[in-house]
């Protein structure tokens, strides 16, 4: 675990502003904040035995109204189509099967795509089996994007090579009638959640992962 005292200034300012977005909008945990007083970084990722960074985090019963009122209040941004799958009043809705338990903890695994070196082989259709015919993992709901995307800074997923964070759930069909998967990616100007076209043959690029669930009864996470 890095000492803060020892960080380059870049690397340091970096953690600052990522602490004081948490403090401000309420995302840091106590034993975040107990660490950071102890001068190490509080924000260095878990791994498991497959080299996946792993994520705990807590479930919010939220509707998709109340999730685009949440993460705009805080300043996060999102995109039209994510704003469309949120709200999404079909079958395959957000509200309808999306939305976690309140309270639950839920582990969750981060899959770089880059596990699948062709770029012509890295479709969305072999990263979703990779992920669960390989490691054991099981497929997410989307409701574990918005707590992905205010826990993990841009920052974060700059120091391990992620430009995007994708959740292969169910897909949502958004007002066009396309079917999509939301994601949390980093790009200028802000802390984006956006809603990729999601397609079994789809191509994606190297710089992202996969989130998947990680079993509760599986020692895939340990």
């Known amino acids: 675990m890095s000492i803060i005292g020892t960080l380059p200034g870049e690397r340091l300012a970096g953690l600052l502003a990522d602490t004081c977005h948490k403090i401000q909008h309420g995302g840091l945990a106590l034993d975040e904040l107990a660490l950071f007083n102890q001068r190490k970084n509080p924000f260095n990722f878990e791994r498991n035995k497959h080299g996946h960074i792993v994520l705990m985090i807590t479930g919010l019963d939220l509707t998709g ?11 996060f941004r999102l995109t039209d189509w994510a704003k469309s799958c949120l709200l999404s009043k079909k079958k395959d809705g957000y509200d309808k099967n999306h939305r976690l338990v ?24 072999a990263l979703r089996k990779r992920g669960v015919e390989k490691y054991g993992y099981e497929k997410p709901r989307a409701g574990i994007v918005p707590r992905i995307r205010e826990s993990v800074s841009d920052n974060q997923m700059e120091e391990v090579g992620f430009r995007h ?6 897909p949502i069909k958004d007002s066009d009638g396309a079917p999509r998967m939301l994601c949390a990616y980093r790009c200028g100007g802000g802390r984006w959640l956006g809603a990729f076209w999601d ?18 009864s599986s020692s895939a996470g340990k």
């Open 165 to 170: 964070i994708a959740a292969p759930h169910d």
């Open 199 to 216: 397609r079994p043959d789809g191509h994606w690029g190297g710089r992202g992962a996969f989130a998947f669930l990680v079993p509760k």
């Open 65 to 75: 109204e109340q999730e685009i009122e949440r993460l705009t209040t805080a300043e």
């Open 102 to 125: 309140a309270g639950q903890r839920y582990k969750v695994a981060l899959m770089p795509m880059w596990e699948i070196e062709r770029a012509s082989d890295r479709t969305t259709d």
